[in-house]
């Protein structure tokens, strides 16, 4: 998989005025590979008052070093942007009996650029 997003980065070498501040906006983007596991199981029975669900997904994933950071760049801190690779886990759950939706949570470190990476979210499963 691929994670994308802007970043304000900085030329090392401000000779002349690039933008407000001396920050340009650059999209970059992080390639991702790794393992995910999914458990889902969903029963039904007469003898039930609803079925039940319950789903679990884990994931671990490393990532590679950003592309599309123009040489001789530096964050908006003024530290350089180094070519390291990085990893982020994530862990959903959908537990009857609140069983609508998926609560994700993920975490991870990207030493390229001293970046942390934090999602907290909510899906809704049409099923």
Same mark, same amino acid.
């Given at each position: ?5 802007? +970043?304000? /980065?900085?030329?090392? @070498? $401000?000779?002349? %005025? &690039? ?36 789903? +679990?997904? /884990?994931?671990?994933? @490393? $990532?590679?070093? %950003? &592309? ?36 994700? +949570?993920? /975490? ?11 999602r907290l979210g909510w899906t809704y499963l049409f099923y």
């Amino acid at each position: 998989g691929v994670i994308s997003g802007q +970043v304000n /980065l900085r030329h090392d @070498l $401000l000779l002349e %005025p &690039l933008a407000p501040g001396g920050k340009i906006p650059t999209q970059i983007y992080v390639f991702e590979g790794g393992l995910r596991y999914v458990y889902f199981i969903h029963a039904t029975s007469p003898y039930l008052a609803r079925s039940v669900r319950t789903t +679990v997904e /884990l994931s671990a994933h @490393l $990532l590679a070093p %950003p &592309l599309g950071v123009p040489a001789r760049m530096t964050d908006a801190d003024g530290k350089a942007i180094r070519v390291l690779p990085g990893f982020k886990a994530d862990v959903a759950w959908g537990l009857a009996p609140l069983d609508w939706g998926l609560t994700e +949570v993920g /975490l991870g470190y990207f030493p390229a650029g001293g970046w942390i990476y934090f999602r907290l979210g909510w899906t809704y499963l049409f099923y």
